[in-house]
């Protein structure tokens, strides 16, 4: 089962996403707070992450700088999660193929094209 | 000197020179009948210096004819010297050496007389065609001794009225004479002393006197006309009082400028500046300038040095004495002032309308931030929801959900999906409204796009369209948005109708080539005319209170899709009938301007 990682500090959504993704048969690993994201990608890799952006203390764009940055992890694809509109235009500032945006809010649909984009 | 003149065959002969030709011709033969009796008697106390005088006299009149005076003088000497003397060959010698003397001294004589003739004319030249008045007069009494004409003429007076005169009554006021007294008692030489003569009929005459003492008791004193120099310096005074009154009470600043020193500061510089005019003038005007702005500056003179009127392209930091600053756009204007070319500048100050424009940026940006929170706020727990209904919806049966339960929950999705599409429009019209959005164009069959559309909403199960574009219409421009213009318009004309609905989407040849026109018509219930200029306001809908609720719909949609199409230079309008139906024509640009 493909293992996918939320790293996301609303609860409600947690919650939902964690029935949700099971439903649709993905495995979830559940992050509610960002700073633990970077130990969990090395010891429990997922083949994808699920990446909330307004978050605190460190915000996905910094989180997201770091785990490519020193940490190195160059392949793991990310999919931003949000709500925040200018989104858009930052990713396409990245030229990181393995960056694509979930618009917040998702539906069903929407969230099995985004996973399936990275993997099939 | 001159007299009476009598005519002597084809020359004129003055009385004085016929006076002398007789005393010249009488000593001549005195001279040669004496010499004859002295040679005829042997008597050796009387000899050729007879001659000496006619010769000396002739040559000192007349220096060349007083040579041939001495030759005639010289032959007939010698005439009579041979005559009596023969055989004696060393008394004729003697005669002959006696009568080449005569020539020889009327030469020398004619040499040294030409010479001093000659200086005498150049100097009476110099005297008489100067362009110099020349006076000279008594340094006691100041009584006029010499003048030429050309000071005469300079007052109008004749040559005699002048010299009848008293010097120190030719000036124009009495406070002049004063100084001029004043100026002759401390100093034997003055140059360039400026005063008004009187001239004759009243009138003052400018004149530049330089004098010296030539002698204890003379003074040569100069004078040059300079009435036309005062002229035009009254002029440009009065010139610069009118350019004066006009700075001072401009409301621009003015300066004005002389290889960038400053030589005039109006009082609206003083205020714009904080400087006093006289802390500014004689300065640099770099000097005032935000060291930032100096690159900009040095390239900015280099314009109005050469003398164009020039308007600076960018913005000026001026430094206040209150280490303010203040902004200013210049406009250059070659000028002379004081006789120099020099440039006028004129400062306007945009300060107040940049803290404003500022101020505006700033509210808007903040504006933006705000809707942009506010959108991400209203998203997010909207996600909850969506992905419970979805999970819900997709399997009933595993949640033990009824028929008429999951058609609830449908309803619900529809809710949560507008609310969404409501939330995408707000921000749409945020960033349509920043003015910050760059329009990704390119180039796609206009055909092609609006099947697309009314393939991918499925408008067609819900309305009979009919589409009529010619395939090979091409439009350069943000796809994505002129498609979501598309979808606005064909979901309006399908929403505001009744069955059986028809929608026409047709490409019309404007009577211009410059624009494509493209026609979307409907059936529909038309606009009333008194809302027919507010619908493309946001939230603005016709008759909005009825037709919200009837249609289930919010008016972004028409003011973002107005605003795409104006910022792809084109414009959308729309004619309606109510009960007939409304027809939205989109106008795009075929050429596309480079700023768009």
Redesign the interface.
């Known amino acids: 089962m493909r293992k996918i990682m939320l790293v996301e500090d609303d609860q409600q959504i947690l919650d939902m996403m964690d029935i949700l993704l099971r439903k649709i048969g993905y495995e979830p690993v559940l992050v509610s707070d960002v700073r633990d994201a970077l130990d969990l990608v090395k010891n429990n890799p997922p083949d994808l992450l699920l990446l909330d952006i307004m978050m605190t203390p460190v915000n996905g764009w910094e989180f997201l700088e770091k785990l490519r940055g020193e940490f190195g992890n160059r392949d793991l694809p990310v999919l931003l999660f949000t709500a925040a509109p200018e989104a858009e235009e930052k990713v396409a500032l990245l030229h990181d193929p393995r960056i694509a945006i979930l618009q917040k809010p998702a539906s069903l649909p929407d969230l099995k094209a985004g996973l399936e984009r990275f993997l099939i | 000197m001159g007299g009476r003149i009598f005519t002597v065959g084809r020359n004129t002969i003055s009385e004085t020179d016929l006076v002398r030709s007789i005393v010249i011709l009488s000593f001549t033969i005195c001279s040669i009948l004496i010499s004859a009796i002295a040679f005829s008697r042997s008597i050796p106390y009387i000899n050729y210096q007879l001659f000496f005088i006619p010769i000396v006299y002739a040559a000192y009149f007349y220096p060349r004819k007083g040579i041939y005076v001495a030759a005639v003088c010289g032959v007939v000497y010698q005439a009579v010297g041979y005559y009596y003397s023969y055989p004696d060959s060393v008394a004729m010698l003697g005669v002959t050496a006696e009568a080449l003397l005569f020539v020889i001294i009327a030469i020398v004589i004619a040499y040294f007389i030409e010479k001093i003739r000659s200086g005498e004319a150049r100097y009476r030249t110099v005297f008489e065609h100067s362009q110099l008045g020349i006076v000279l007069f008594n340094r006691e009494g100041f009584s006029v001794r010499q003048t030429n004409d050309k000071f005469a003429a300079m007052l109008n007076y004749s040559e005699q009225e002048i010299l009848a005169s008293v010097f120190t009554d030719l000036f124009f006021i009495d406070q002049e004479k004063e100084r001029f007294l004043d100026r002759i008692d401390k100093h034997r030489e003055t140059t360039d002393f400026e005063t008004r003569l009187a001239a004759a009929g009243g009138a003052a005459c400018w004149v530049n006197l330089s004098w010296s003492m030539i002698d204890d008791h003379t003074v040569s004193c100069t004078a040059i006309n300079i009435n036309a120099r005062k002229l035009a310096e009254k002029l440009n005074n009065d010139n610069m009082m009118k350019y004066r009154q006009l700075t001072e009470h401009s409301p621009t600043s003015i300066l004005i400028v002389v290889n960038g020193v400053i030589l005039y500061a109006n009082p609206t510089f003083e205020e714009f500046s904080g400087y006093g005019a006289p802390e500014v003038i004689g300065k640099e005007l770099v000097r005032f300038l935000d060291p930032r702005d100096l690159h900009t500056y040095s390239e900015f003179a280099q314009h109005w040095i050469s003398r164009k009127p020039v308007a600076s392209q960018g913005k000026f930091r001026f430094i206040r004495k209150d280490g303010g600053i203040r902004v200013a756009i210049l406009f250059t204007n070659p000028i002379v002032h004081a006789n120099k070319p020099a440039t006028m500048i004129n400062l306007m100050d945009v300060s107040e309308k940049l803290r404003l424009e500022e101020k505006i940026q700033l509210d808007n940006d903040r504006r933006r931030g705000i809707i ?1 929170t506010v ?14 209904l ?2 819900l919806i ?2 009933p049966d595993g949640f033990g959900i009824t028929d008429d339960t999951k058609k609830i929950l449908e309803r619900c999705l529809v809710s ?2 507008r609310e ?1 599409q409501i939330i995408n429009q707000m ?1 749409e019209l945020s ?1 349509l409204e920043s003015g910050k959005l760059q329009l990704s164009r390119a180039a796609f069959p206009l055909e092609r796009l609006v099947h697309d559309v009314i393939d991918t909403s499925g408008y067609l199960t819900k309305a009979d369209i009919s589409v009529t574009i010619p395939g090979d219409i091409m439009l350069s421009a943000d796809r994505d948005r002129i498609y979501n213009v598309f979808d606005s318009l064909l979901s309006n004309a399908i929403n505001y109708s009744k069955p059986p609905r028809n929608v026409e989407v047709f490409y019309r040849m404007g009577s211009t080539d410059e624009f494509h026109h493209i026609s979307i018509r409907d059936n529909g219930i038309g606009i009333p005319p008194e809302s027919i200029e507010n619908i493309f306001e946001p939230f603005q809908l016709a008759d909005a209170a009825k037709l919200s609720r009837k249609y289930d719909r919010i008016g972004l949609s028409l003011s973002n899709a107005k605003k795409v199409i104006q910022l792809h230079g084109g414009d959308i309008t729309v004619e309606s009938v109510v009960n007939g139906g409304s027809t939205f024509t989109l106008h795009l640009p075929k050429v596309v301007k480079s700023d768009a």
């Open positions: 942009i959108a991400h706020e209203l998203r997010t727990p909207l996600q909850p929801i969506l992905g419970y979805d999970m997709t399997d949560v999906d969404r921000l960033v």
